[in-house]
């Protein structure tokens, strides 16, 4: 991803909050907050991915620092958000291979997945990459007015199998 990607990943992202419980944001940032993120990523070195198809971006991924503490420099969070008309076509999945495989090549060794409303298909997705279940929190979330639970799941990237 480049900057000049802000506007696309920013109405992916904007569909996911309005629509669903991936995100817990309750109002998407806007296009200038976008690429500051993608630029900081580049920045660091970090892995900013986007799908596009014909040109058109359909979806994007991306893997930070898991928490901002120098114990945490081996170990990075996944974020990742297809758009609505391309979910169920491989795009998550092609999305996440690659993230992992760069993520590697940063130096992280372990990736974590912080899944709001513990989304079955996003679940689904990280579970045939090789990522385990590493807890849930529960009624920790509150959107579309019930509480949502949050999932966490983990990938050794030290192990060399990691699934497609």
């Known amino acids: 991803a480049t900057p000049d990607d802000a506007a696309a990943v920013q109405a992916t992202y904007a569909f996911h909050v309005a629509s669903g419980t991936a995100s817990f944001d309750n109002e998407a940032p806007d296009e200038a907050f976008w690429r500051d993120k993608i630029a900081a990523a580049i920045a660091r070195g970090w892995p900013f991915l986007v799908a596009d198809q014909h040109g058109i971006v359909v979806g994007h991924a991306y893997a930070t620092q898991f928490r ?80 949502l639970d949050t999932v966490y799941m983990q990938l050794d990237m030290t192990m060399q199998d990691t699934r497609q």
């Open 68 to 147: 901002d503490r120098a114990a945490y420099a081996a170990t990075c969070e996944n974020s990742i958000y297809v758009s609505d008309a391309m979910r169920g076509h491989g795009v998550g999945r092609l999305l996440l291979s690659e993230l992992v495989a760069r993520a590697r090549r940063c130096g992280f060794e372990q990736m974590i997945a912080v899944i709001g409303g513990g989304e079955p298909a996003s679940v689904a997705l990280h579970e045939r990459l090789g990522f385990v279940h590493a807890g849930r929190m529960r009624n920790v979330g509150y959107k579309f007015g019930r509480k």
